[in-house]
Each structure stands twice: as C-alpha cells, then as structure tokens.
C-alpha cells in the first residue's frame, strides 16, 4: 500500500472527475484566445486544493496544437482561479 505525503500532488489520472471539471471550466472560462482541453490531473490538498492539468492547447489563430500543464486554486470557499500556466511543447 503506497501513502502520499501531505503537501505533495498524487498521481496524474486520465479519469477526470466532475470536481476537477468542474474546477477547470469555473478557472478557464475568461479563455478565447487558447482552448485548453484537459488530458489528466493531479490534486494537492492544501486550505483548498491545488490542481495540475495536463492539457492540450491550440490557439485560436492557429491549428497547431502543443501541451501545456496548467495550474489552479480551488479555496475551500470561493472561485477557482489560474496559478500558472506552463507551455510544455509546440
């Protein structure tokens, strides 16, 4: 039996739950120039929790598309919000 740290992100998973989707729609919902479509996510349980999203991005001048991990805070109470986006790859 494995145990994750406290404070650390678990495992990505490709089965995304409604909360996670829930989170990612409620931080990405300002996006017109970027589609983002998350492939896998990680949770870090904090006062909220943190999540990591794999995703697959594409702009919208282009049909060219490239991964990027996005991170979001979801508080325990209130709006999930973006922390950081990385672009992994063209």
């Not at 145990?3 to 989170?23: E, N």
């Not at 919208?60 to 991964?67: E, N, Q």
């Amino acid at each position: 039996m494995s145990y994750m740290m406290v404070g650390t992100y678990g495992p990505f998973s490709s089965s995304l739950d409604d909360r996670a989707m829930t989170c990612f729609k409620e931080a990405t919902a300002h996006f017109d120039d970027v589609q983002y479509t998350p492939v896998a996510v990680a949770t870090q349980v904090v006062s909220g929790t943190n999540y990591a999203f794999f995703c697959d991005a594409k702009e919208s001048h282009s049909k060219t598309l490239y991964s990027a991990m996005i991170t979001i805070f979801k508080p325990l109470d209130g709006v999930a919000g973006i922390m950081d986006i990385e672009k992994l790859s063209d």
